[in-house]
Nanobody
């Protein structure tokens, strides 16, 4: 049974930073690609970033270019999302996800097999 538990969300002012973490259990974490998605009220779930098992990174360039960084620590079975220069439009529930696919289709939510419960990020103006 795979479990993904996100943490690190909260309320921050525009221009501030947050670091989200997603702890995984139940699988050999180092062999799986991981992704971050977000969903704002009334909107569809949106791809944010993904990282392959070998550390390759993919970003939703339009929305998070040069502001967000995804990373992983395989020793801790954890993936991170460092978010800097936050904007009110970044407000959403952020979800991490795990896929059995190695390194393709990582920007498509249908690629992912397991999801966390989400953590709320609110950016005030």
């Amino acid at each position: 049974q795979v479990q993904l538990v996100e943490s690190g969300g909260g309320l921050v002012q525009a221009g501030g930073s947050l670091r989200l973490a997603c702890a995984a259990s139940g699988r050999t974490f180092s062999k799986h690609a991981m992704g971050w998605f977000r969903q704002a009220p009334g909107k569809e779930r949106e791809f944010v970033a993904a990282i392959t098992w070998s550390g390759g990174r993919i970003y939703n360039v339009d929305s998070v270019k040069d502001r967000f960084t995804i990373s992983r620590d395989n020793a801790k079975n954890t993936v991170y999302l460092q978010m800097n220069s936050l904007k009110p439009e970044d407000t959403a529930v952020y979800y991490c996800a795990l896929t059995n696919q190695p390194d393709y289709g990582l920007d498509d939510l249908n690629t992912y097999d397991y999801w966390g419960q989400g953590t709320q990020v609110t950016v005030s103006s």
